[in-house]
């Protein structure tokens, strides 16, 4: 089998709900982060894309019909190149990156383009069809924007919580204070706002036409803990989970630029880091905020090194609580993780995220001479992913 590797990424700035890109259609997001990551590999012949692997996980609006081939097809490349839409939810770009590196590693890909996008202000309301024509009652409209919706009532209730009520219980199981929470989410601010000062980002983000944003648009840079203590919790009256102290809802799109190591003639570039080890793991459906750390344990396993060789993680910040609890679980040092920032600051368009975290790890590891990072995500419904890279330019 041949090694995979990451050959660029980019996404746009991520939008707050209702914010700047609110009249952005998801799929021209994604078309234009398409076109954003091949104009930066200007070598590179859109024909010898093999195939394009895109997350989405929303999937009920104008995200519809396979977004990936939308995709495709909006930003101009030729219509023999295929693509596919995958969903695992807040894991489904970083899915696509997974699946489009297998194929890669099996022989059966060349060069891959893998990515996502989700409009959460976009989302729509939906209608269940009755289960007979010209009900007497009243029907009610749903939303698709986060969440559990047209529940199988054979679910068991306790894997239907809310997401927030998931971590609430996460927070009692492993004592994680409100203090902590905060803290964590005002490190978030803190440094991506640095991030973006220093010009970390300039290079990773592309900015979407017709509009003005320039960068993520839910950085708060003068959030402190104490700031953030007079927020209220949300979910339980004596809860700890805010809206300060989670990721907000988002809208944005990603994509990496995956190939194996011949495709550097093809593409134009080098590659900057070679998928080494990956894996899902799954847990209850409401313990979803926990499931990283099997993932990540897994993922390190099969790149064959242990923890104490990772220089730079990026785990996606959907709750600090949830973030915390895979830090200490994995008994690393908090200042490897997110060291430019994290969802809770940036946002969280559900399908983009997981691209969003791969393109920041791989630049985070040249930047900072590391030669291991994991890049993992949590998941609803009790999944988790993770990937493990390793930079091409760090030393045997």
């Not at 398409?34 to 010898?48: F, H, M």
């Not at 601010?189 to 000062?197: C, E, K, V």
């Not at 750390?293 to 897994?298: K, L, N, Q």
Request: proline residues 5%; contains cysteine; charged residues 20%.
């Amino acid at each position: 089998m041949t090694a995979s590797f990451v050959y660029d990424a980019v996404r746009t700035p991520f939008g707050r709900f209702n914010g700047s890109l609110a009249g952005v259609r998801p799929d021209d997001l994604a078309a234009g982060v398409v076109s954003a990551l091949l104009a930066r590999a200007p070598g590179l012949d859109p024909a010898a894309i093999d195939d394009v692997v895109w997350g989405n996980a929303n999937g009920a609006g104008e995200e519809n019909r396979n977004v990936g081939r939308m995709a495709v097809l909006l930003a101009g490349l030729p219509t023999s190149v295929p693509a596919t839409t995958v969903n695992r939810l807040c894991g489904s770009s970083l899915d696509a990156v997974l699946i489009g590196s297998r194929a890669i590693e099996t022989g059966d890909a060349d060069v891959v383009l893998t990515g996502g996008v989700e409009s959460m202000t976009r989302a729509p309301w939906v209608l269940p069809k009755p289960a007979k024509g010209f009900p007497a009652g009243d029907i009610t409209a749903v939303s698709t924007t986060l969440g559990w919706r047209l529940v199988n009532p054979r679910m068991p209730k306790e894997w239907t919580v809310s997401l927030g009520e998931a971590n609430e219980q996460l927070q009692e199981r492993f004592a994680i204070s409100r203090e902590r929470q905060d803290e964590f989410a005002a490190r978030s601010h803190r440094l991506a706002d640095r991030a973006w000062q220093d010009g970390f980002y300039d290079d990773l983000v592309s900015p979407v036409d017709g509009t003005d944003l320039a960068r993520d648009e839910g950085i708060r840079p003068g959030s402190t803990a104490e700031s953030l203590a007079g927020l209220k919790a949300v979910f339980r009256e004596d809860g700890t989970i805010t809206a300060g102290n989670a990721s907000p809802l988002s809208d944005g799109a990603s994509a990496v630029l995956l190939g194996s190591a011949s495709a550097a003639d093809t593409i134009g570039i080098e590659p900057s880091a070679r998928i080494a080890g990956r894996a899902a793991f799954a847990l209850a459906p409401h313990e979803f905020g926990y499931a990283p750390v099997e993932a990540a344990h897994r993922a390190l396993a099969r790149a064959g090194i242990t923890w104490e060789q990772v220089g730079a993680v990026e785990l996606n910040e959907a709750f600090a609580v949830q973030s915390l609890a895979c830090v200490d679980a994995w008994r690393i040092d908090p200042e490897i993780v997110n060291t430019r920032g994290g969802a809770i600051a940036i946002g969280h368009p559900l399908g983009a995220s997981g691209g969003r975290i791969v393109g920041t790890l791989a630049k985070v590891l040249r930047e900072r001479g590391e030669r291991w990072g994991v890049a993992a995500i949590c998941i609803g419904v009790g999944q988790g992913l993770a990937v493990v890279l390793e930079n091409t330019a760090a030393g045997a």
